[in-house]
């Protein structure tokens, strides 16, 4: 049986020298996160809480201007 892909579930590496990755809400309006996947730019992952729910996904470039999309 296969499983439908979710961010949670297929999480890829970051670009070169961005930190990036997925934040969790509860609500629609994205108000109140509730967990994440992220990896930061010494390529830390960092997983917390709820992971799921409505996600956005982020990405910055480690210089601290936008990172590519």
Do not use: E
């Amino acid at each position: 049986m296969l499983a439908p892909v979710t961010p949670a579930a297929a999480y890829s590496a970051c670009p070169a020298d961005t930190m990036c990755g997925w934040l969790f809400y509860s609500d629609a309006a994205r108000t109140h996160q509730q967990g994440g996947h992220t990896t930061n730019c010494q390529g830390v992952v960092l997983d917390w809480g709820i992971k799921a729910g409505y996600s956005t996904y982020i990405v910055q470039g480690c210089g601290g201007g936008p990172g590519p999309v």
